[in-house]
């Protein structure tokens, strides 16, 4: 059987313009994302910095707009000074959140030049676990004071005159998760992260600041959690963070596909709690959300975060997640909620880059290649631009176990004016139904179909790997057809679709 589904796009229904940085992504020092993923020294690819040079040239391709960096749990227990300076006088210290040996041979100044290398910007985290006001200070003062300081000549004497000039910075991180080094309450924290953020900006108060949001929207103290550090922090800070991860359990597809559905609702608590508080504030300035973790994560399939074992080893195989095609659907969704809601949601990072829960994953001495995850990110990235366009989408539901009725089709737009182009993403949540979609796109002048790309397999379950690297790769959607403004597409079941288009005559 195939069903139908109505989408009308309005020139005028604008949410917001794309933000950039809702392109961002996450590199932690954890398992093989930085040793091992992309620093990887022997490598026949390394460059002279150690990077590889395949692993940037796929974060490029991905359309990485910034990198959260450097945890995360790791983040909370690190000292910044032990990974500066000459590489043979750093120390190798033992990182509690992991369980793992740290190296140190990738530190901030190294990390800087990766960014530069990748086209990303950097966005930094400081630990507010086993750390303080001091030491985050400190690490301000060594990325962004130009000169003629202690910390910033000794950032110039180590290779760096010119200052990184750090915009982003977070607050700590999961301070409200048990697992965290130096787990606080949100009083605790809320007071903690006013302090340092008052700091901070005293030293630049153009700095953009992210106080921690929950760790997610199933955390006991969820929106309490929000309420109670945005009283106290909220006119030092810019951002609150949000973080989720979703996972297929007990083969429950039909609900997986629905995930965003969570995260529109997260989205929804914590912008509202942010807006009471500013309204009890009187407050001018409004809060945006940074959802800097986001991903597909089998989590219940992994060690618990705190079942340690007794050996500490460098760089250990840790949560190299393998994604399948619905896993790409369900992640191009999230994508597609995350543009609808720009108008409050500046920023995103994907949690992570390299073979961490990643999309690009590497064999050590061997291969780089693409999970099925890079495809509706890469493509999101290049063709998502101007504005985001809210549609109105007319379609069935189908039950879900997790979250009651769910539609079918979800879906966004982004109209740019100025190279006469839009774009639509689309998914089909079915799991066994085509859906024909027709798109009414008058309003737009749209006059032809620029591209299409599609993810979708026969099996939902495929997957890539070293031995079959692009097993899974975009396909174009050939049903594509435009006639007057009106945009028909197929969309086989379990699938997710991008449609490229020109404008005018
Ligand atoms: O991204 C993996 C981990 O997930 C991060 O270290 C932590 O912040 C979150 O719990």
């Known amino acids: 059987m195939v069903s139908h589904a109505q989408v009308t796009l309005d020139r005028s229904a604008v949410v917001a313009p794309v933000p950039r940085r809702l392109f961002g992504s996450f590199v932690e020092h954890l398992g093989r994302c930085v040793y091992d993923g992309l620093y990887e020294p022997s490598h026949p690819d390394a460059d002279a910095d150690g990077f590889r040079r395949d692993v940037i040239?796929?974060?490029?391709?991905?359309?990485?707009?910034?990198v959260r960096y450097p945890g995360?749990?790791?983040?909370?227990?690190?000292?910044?000074?032990?990974?500066?300076?000459?590489?043979?006088?750093?120390?190798?210290?033992?990182?509690?959140?992991?369980?793992?040996?740290?190296?140190?041979?990738?530190?901030?100044?190294?990390?800087?030049?990766?960014c530069a290398a990748t086209g990303s910007e950097l966005m930094m985290a400081v630990n507010l676990g086993t750390r303080g006001i001091a030491e985050a200070l400190d690490l301000l003062e060594y990325a962004n004071q130009p000169a003629?300081?202690?910390?910033?000549?000794?950032?110039?004497?180590?290779?760096?005159?010119?200052?990184?000039?750090?915009?982003?910075?977070?607050?700590?991180?999961?301070?409200?998760?048990?697992?965290?080094?130096?787990?606080?309450?949100?009083?605790?924290?809320?007071a903690l992260a006013a302090r340092t953020a008052s700091a901070m900006k005293m030293a630049d108060k153009d700095l953009e600041l992210v106080v921690c949001g929950s760790s997610g929207s199933a955390m006991p103290t969820f929106g309490e959690w929000e309420r109670v550090v945005l009283e106290r922090a909220y006119d030092h800070v810019d951002y609150i963070s949000c973080h989720a991860y979703y996972q297929e359990r007990g083969g429950d597809l039909g609900s997986f596909l629905a995930s965003s559905i969570d995260m529109q609702f997260f989205i929804d608590t914590v912008t509202t709690t942010a807006d009471q508080v500013k309204r009890r504030r009187r407050s001018s300035k409004t809060i945006d959300v940074s959802f800097d973790e986001w991903n597909i994560w089998y989590l219940d399939e992994h060690q618990s975060l705190t079942d340690v074992s007794d050996t500490w080893e460098f760089a250990p195989h840790l949560l190299e997640d393998v994604y399948?095609?619905?896993?790409?659907?369900?992640?191009?969704?999230?994508?597609?909620?995350?543009?609808?809601?720009?108008?409050?949601v500046t920023s995103a990072s994907l949690a992570q880059l390299v073979n961490v829960i990643a999309p690009v994953r590497?064999?050590?001495?061997?291969?780089?290649?693409?999970?099925?995850?890079?495809?509706?990110?890469a493509t999101t990235s290049r063709l998502a631009r101007g504005v985001v366009l809210r549609p109105t989408i007319t379609c069935a539901t189908y039950e879900t176990a997790v979250y009651g009725d769910a539609a079918v089709v979800d879906a966004v737009a982004t109209l740019d004016e100025e190279s006469g182009s839009a774009a639509v993403f689309l998914v089909n949540r079915s799991l066994t139904e085509p859906i024909v979609a027709t798109i009414d796109a008058r309003s737009l002048g749209v006059s032809a179909i620029r591209e299409t790309a599609m993810l979708?397999?026969?099996?939902?379950?495929?997957?890539?790997?070293?031995?079959?690297p692009a097993r899974v790769a975009l396909r174009p959607n050939p049903s594509a057809s435009v006639e007057d403004g009106l945009l028909t597409v197929t969309l086989p079941?379990?699938?997710?679709?991008a449609v490229a288009l020109t404008l005018g005559d």
């Open 456 to 468: 979708h397999d026969a099996d939902p379950n495929a997957t890539n790997s070293p031995a079959d």
């Open 57 to 66: 040239a796929l974060v490029k391709e991905l359309g990485v707009t910034t």
């Open 324 to 344: 399948s095609v619905a896993d790409a659907v369900v992640l191009g969704n999230l994508l597609i909620t995350l543009l609808g809601n720009t108008d409050r």
């Open 148 to 190: 003629g300081t202690a910390l910033s000549d000794l950032r110039a004497a180590n290779g760096a005159v010119e200052p990184y000039d750090i915009r982003m910075w977070c607050l700590g991180n999961e301070m409200d998760g048990p697992w965290q080094l130096g787990h606080l309450t949100a009083e605790e924290y809320g």
């Open 72 to 114: 995360g749990n790791f983040v909370s227990g690190y000292r910044w000074e032990d990974g500066i300076g000459p590489r043979e006088t750093r120390p190798v210290r033992r990182d509690l959140a992991w369980h793992s040996l740290e190296s140190n041979q990738v530190g901030i100044d190294e990390f800087a030049r990766w």
């Open 493 to 497: 079941p379990v699938s997710w679709t």
């Open 362 to 377: 590497t064999e050590p001495g061997g291969i780089a290649w693409r999970q099925t995850t890079f495809f509706p990110f």
